[in-house]
Each structure stands twice: as C-alpha cells, then as structure tokens.
C-alpha cells in the first residue's frame, strides 16, 4: 500500500483505538479492556508500517514515542527495564558535546579573520537572551496568575513523596566562578558546557593571535574534528528512536497518566503558557529577522522531538546544530551563539520556575505581591545560569530559592511527581528557542544564506563510499 493510502488508515485506526479507549475507561462500553488495548496496538503497528515507508528519523521517533507510551502503560514493571536505551542514546550523544563544540567554536573564532565581529556578534546575541528570556518570565506570570493552579491543593498527599533534594546554596562569586574551567578534563567529564565554551573561546583568540604557521595545522585539526564529530553524529541518531522509545516507556511505567489534580492544572498551564510564548514571542521573532518558517521548522522537527522525549538539551545539541546550518545559517555563528545559549537563553526553563514559584506560594496559601514575585523570579533566573550540571537543576533551583523565600518546601515534591511531563515540554521550547536566537543572530549580522541548499548526507556517504571502492581497485 503506497504512503498516500495508508496515512489516512493510520489515522482512523488511531481515532477508533482512543474512541474504544475512552469508551472503555468511562464505563460507555462494557468491554474487555483487552479489545482497547488491540486496537491501541493494531494502530501503533500501522503507524509503524508507515514509518517504514516513509524512512523518516523523525517520523521514527514520533513513532517510537507511541511505542514507548503504549508500553509503560500496558506494561509498566517491564518498560521501567527499557531505560537503559535511554541512558546508551544519552551516553552516546553526551561523548558528542565537548569535542564538537570546542571544535566548532575554535575554527569560527580562530579561522575569522575580524575577531572584533565576533565580540559584536556575542554582544548582540547576549542582548536577544535577555529580551526573549524576560518575555518568557512576564507569559509564565501571567499564566500562574490567571490559572492560579497552586490553590486549594490536598495537603493529605504532601508526605506521598520522601525523595530528598539537596538543595545548592550559591553566592554570586560561587555563580562566577561557575562560568570559569579550573580543569579542562574536569569540565568535559562533568559535562559542564559553559566551562567548555570559556575555554574554546580564549584557546581560539590565542590561536589567532600566533602567527599563521602555527595556527593553520591546529585549525586544520579542529576543522577535522568537526566535520567527524558531525558525521558521528548521524551514526548515532540511528539509535534515536530506540532511545527515545525506551525514555516515554519509563516515564509512562514509573508515573503513569493520572497525577493530582493541582499537578495536572499546574501541567496544562505550562504548556498552555509554553504555545502562547511561541506565538506570541518566538514566532514575530522569526517573521521580523525574515526567517524561512516552513524550512525553519521541518529543520528543528528532529532536535525539538528528541528533546522532548529525552528532556535533555544536550541529546539535541549536535542535531539543532547540523539543522541549522541546512536552512542558511553559517557555521561560525551555529558553533558561537547555540552552545552558549544553553546557558543564557533558557526560555523554557526560565518559564517554568516563574510558574513553579509562584505556585509553591499559592500551594502553601501565601499571597505575593506582584514585585515580590518579580523578585523571586529574577533570582531564580540568575541562579539557573550557574548550576547547568547539576541534576534535575530545575527543581534543585526551586527549592532552594523558596526556603531563602520562607516558603514550605512540600509544594516542590507536588511538582516532582509531574516534573517528567513539565521537563519534556520546557526542554523542548529552550531547544527551539535557541534554535531561533541562532538564526535570529545570523540574519542580525547579514549573514543568513536564503534559499541555501544543504548536502544530502546519504549522498555525500554514497560518494565516500564509490571513491573508497575505486581506491581499492
């Protein structure tokens, strides 16, 4: 059966598994939960079937995410098991990061020759963080405010959760220091991505201060590496699906779908305040930098997905990065503006905690005026550019900033129990976010390619591959 065909038999399979589904689960239809869950599946092998035509990665990966649902939920003590695909694609994608961008941010800052366009450049895309973070901050406000999700929670559920966070207390020299590498080895083992950029950043301005017979063979390397660490890249996004797959079937199995009633308000919130930032900020954003819609969002369909299904930034690094430079946007401004934008441009982080804060006040029925809520969201903001490497750092953040707030902490472990489902989405919106800034940058410094035509990559191994064969001959 060709694409075409079976495209809308998936989609009607899908509608009678969730009609069936629904039905079964209200008490509408005395049915065996067994023929719901069959035609959850036979709709899930159809969509599968598809995929195999359609020979997307991207499609895969949505695919996969049905997948991975339909597991936790029909299996959950057996698809706990399956993070450990997860944990190998994030394994995996991590040993990508470091080299890559230090590579990358070497050859665009060592190999240009006008080091003061890059400092320009910087300037401009710290100025754009700022803007759209703090419009970010005012929408989640608003939203918390409107919903006033926190209200009226069950407090007979507060001690359901014992899981400890230990909370991080930092002054603003331990914030600055953060920013700085004291070890190399130390920060790319961490995965301390800032510390990576600072020092790409000042080994290429020594690089091109040496004279140019020392500094052409170091940026023949790192070019080099760049160019493998991108092909490495496309190796390892073959095993996305399975990753992405494995990570829902987990989250699925240990929480499932039925969370608090308060969680949920808080959930829908976020991702109601999540879709108003995009229209609202992110598109006029690209419409006044005149960049390419369609093209802009077919490139980021792959990074967003899989940072969604993964709730890690970093699993979509390298991805965001190649899709970037396929609609235009030159390599110096990707290697420059993107890695450190997963410091400065959180937009989605930046979202939630103006959120979660506000609904830890509500939750414990503490009223804040607007400029306390300011306040506590502005330090929030600040500290979260000071702790990317350490875990579940949304959360660690929240708590400790409402306890030098004199807030109770119990609302924060409300939220622990959805953070999965609040990750998904926030990661998500940061990825595209500084997707957007990249482009943005790029057209800012009349250096976006329209109409640019990237390389196929199939062909371009296709090549590889004829020319290692008449090597051979």
């Known amino acids: 059966m060709k694409f075409s065909r079976l495209a809308p038999l998936v989609l009607v399979l899908f509608l009678v598994a969730a009609v069936l589904t629904a039905a079964t689960a209200q008490g509408w239809l005395t049915l065996d939960p067994a023929i719901a869950m069959a035609a959850r599946w036979l709709a899930i092998l159809a969509a599968i079937a598809l995929a195999v035509q359609r020979r997307s990665i991207t499609f895969w990966i949505v695919v996969s995410m049905l997948v991975g649902a339909e597991i936790g939920h029909d299996f959950p003590k057996q698809a706990v098991e399956l993070k450990v695909l997860s944990d190998v694609f994030l394994r995996l994608v991590k040993t990508i990061i470091a080299p890559l ?8 800052i060592a190999g240009h020759a006008d080091l003061k366009q890059v400092g320009k450049m910087g300037l401009k895309a710290l100025v754009y963080f700022e803007v759209v973070t703090t419009f970010a901050l005012f929408i989640g406000l608003g939203a918390i405010n409107l919903t006033r999700a926190g209200e009226g929670v069950d407090r007979s559920g507060i001690a359901a959760d014992t899981e400890k966070l230990e909370t ?84 699925v ?76 946007v030159p390599r110096r401004i990707v290697a420059f503006v993107m890695p450190t934008g997963y ?38 903001m600040l500290t979260s550019k000071g702790v990317a490497g350490v875990p579940r750092a949304s959360l660690v953040i929240l708590l400790a900033t409402v306890a030098s707030f004199n807030l109770p902490a119990w609302p924060v472990f409300i939220i622990l129990g ?56």
Not at 101 to 108: P, R, S, W
Not at 189 to 210: D, Y
Not at 350 to 368: M, N
């Open 343 to 380: 410091s400065f441009n959180l937009d989605g982080t930046t979202l939630y905690l103006s959120l979660a804060a506000v609904f830890v006040a509500q939750a414990a029925g503490v009223e804040l005026s607007f400029g306390q809520q300011l306040v506590m969201v502005f330090t929030l």
């Open 418 to 473: 959805i953070d999965a489902l609040m990750d998904m989405a926030r990661t998500a919106v940061n990825v595209m976010g500084n997707c957007l800034a990249t482009a943005v940058v790029a057209r800012w410094e009349g250096e976006f390619v329209d109409n640019y035509v990237a390389p196929d990559p199939v062909l371009d191994l296709a090549e590889a591959d004829s020319s290692l064969s008449q090597h051979a001959h």
């Open 101 to 108: 961008v230090f590579a990358t941010l070497v050859v665009g």
């Open 253 to 328: 199995g240990k929480m499932g779908f039925g969370p608090l009633l308060n969680a949920f308000k808080l959930l829908l919130t976020l991702y109601g305040a999540l879709a108003a930032f995009i229209v609202l900020v992110l598109v006029p954003m690209a419409l006044i930098a005149r960049i390419p819609l369609k093209r802009f969002v077919q490139a980021i369909a792959e990074p967003v997905s899989i940072a969604f299904a993964t709730t890690s930034s970093e699993a979509a690094l390298p991805r965001a990065m190649e899709a970037m430079e396929s609609i235009g």
């Open 168 to 251: 991080v207390k930092q002054t603003t020299a331990d914030i600055i220091l953060h920013i700085f590498p004291e070890n190399i080895a130390k920060s790319v083992a961490e995965g301390q991505v800032l510390q990576v950029v600072v020092f790409a950043i000042i080994f290429a301005i020594g690089l091109a201060m040496v004279h140019q017979k020392h500094r052409q063979p170091l940026l023949q390397v790192t070019e080099s590496l760049s160019e493998v660490m991108f092909k490495f890249t496309n190796v390892v996004m073959f095993f996305a699906p399975f990753g992405v797959g494995g990570a829902l079937a987990y989250t």
